[in-house]
Structures are given as C-alpha cells and as structure tokens.
C-alpha cells in the first residue's frame, strides 16, 4: 500500500513526476506597486501595446535631437523593466532577442543626442 500512494504523491495531473517539475516564477520582490503593475499590464490590450509601441518607437527615430532620443530611451527602459520582470519565465531565444532590441534602442538614443 506504502508503494502504491508514494507513486501516486510523485506524480501530478500532467505525468511529470513532482521532482521534474519546473518552478516558473515572476519577479515582485513584494513590491506591491510592482505587483500593482503586472496586473495592469497583463489586462492590456496585445494589440494596443503593440500600436503604443511603435508610435512611440516611429516618433523617437523621427523627432529630431533629444526629444527623439528621450522617446528611445523610455522605450528602452519599458522593455527593460518588462525583461526584468519576466526574466525567469522567458525562454533563452527572447531573452536574447529582448537583449537585442534594449542594445538597439540604447545605440538609437545615443546616436540622436551627437
């Protein structure tokens, strides 16, 4: 009898034995205005995002100076909360690819202001 529950407490609805199991967690640190904001942001429209995006990327290559290249760099540092954030949960492919963009837009801004 000892057998038969020790297998079935090792294994969840899945087939995945409990040990194998991966833990996906997404960064607070507790914060509640942190919290506050990834619930907000997970209610938001995709398509919406998507739109406010790239206004906002379309507005920073354009406008000349430091307007433009203060548009880059809050563009820059809402994908990098966003990549902090969810570090943990994301696959190595869009860590790299977010790594990327930040790099971009960081050159972009830097590149306007000279």
């Known amino acids: 009898m000892r057998a038969v529950l020790e297998v079935v ?26 919290r506050t904001f990834l ?16 206004a906002l990327l ?9 307007v433009g290249a203060l548009l880059l760099g809050l563009l820059a540092a809402g994908l990098g909360t966003l990549t902090f954030t ?3 949960v ?5 860590r790299v690819v977010r790594v990327v963009l930040i790099t971009l837009l960081v050159v972009a801004a830097v590149s306007k202001t000279l």
């Open 58 to 66: 379309l507005a920073g290559l354009f406008l000349p100076g430091i």
């Open 90 to 94: 994301q696959p190595p492919v869009t």
């Open 86 to 88: 969810t570090w943990p």
């Open 9 to 34: 407490l090792r294994f969840r609805g899945d087939g995945e034995a409990v040990e194998h199991q991966h833990v996906m967690r997404v960064r607070t640190h507790g914060s509640v205005m942190t």
């Open 39 to 54: 619930h907000r942001l997970a209610r938001v429209n995709p398509t919406t995002a998507f739109v406010a995006a790239l």
